[in-house]
């Protein structure tokens, strides 16, 4: 079973920048979703094996999700001009065992991270 640790949250200006990083057990495919206080998990951004990636409209242009070259069982999330309303606790997910064909699907993924914190001081 894989294991997920994501670390790299904290606090940062709202047009600021993070790098999250999801560190897992093996490679695999993953997903980054987001639950802000209040509100329902919401999917972020997702890579499959292939190196094929998906993002939420919200994020489009501004988060990037890649695999590392050297440690292929590591993987980013970099954000950019993060906005207060992105406020949220973000989780690393990982199918059980391939990815399905609705990676935006919370339903898609087994395995879970315990999340790290984002806050966007406006």
């Known amino acids: 079973q894989v294991q997920l640790i994501e670390s790299g949250g904290g606090l940062v200006q709202a047009g600021g920048s993070l790098r999250l990083s999801c560190a897992a057990s093996?490679?695999?495919?993953m997903g980054w979703f987001r639950q802000a206080p209040g509100k329902g998990r919401e999917f972020v951004a997702a890579?499959?094996?292939?190196?094929?990636?998906?993002y939420a409209d919200s994020v489009m242009g501004r988060y990037t999700i890649s695999r590392d070259n050297a440690k292929n069982t590591v993987v980013y999330l970099d954000m950019i001009s993060l906005k207060p309303e992105e406020t949220a606790i973000y989780y690393c997910?990982?199918?059980?065992?391939?990815?399905?064909?609705?990676?935006?699907?919370?339903?898609?993924?087994?395995?879970w991270g315990q999340g790290t914190q984002v806050t966007v001081s406006s």
């Open positions: 997910a990982a199918p059980a065992s391939l990815l399905s064909t609705h990676p935006r699907r919370d339903t898609a993924y087994a395995l």
């Open positions: 093996r490679r695999a495919s």
């Open positions: 890579i499959r094996w292939s190196a094929e990636t998906y």
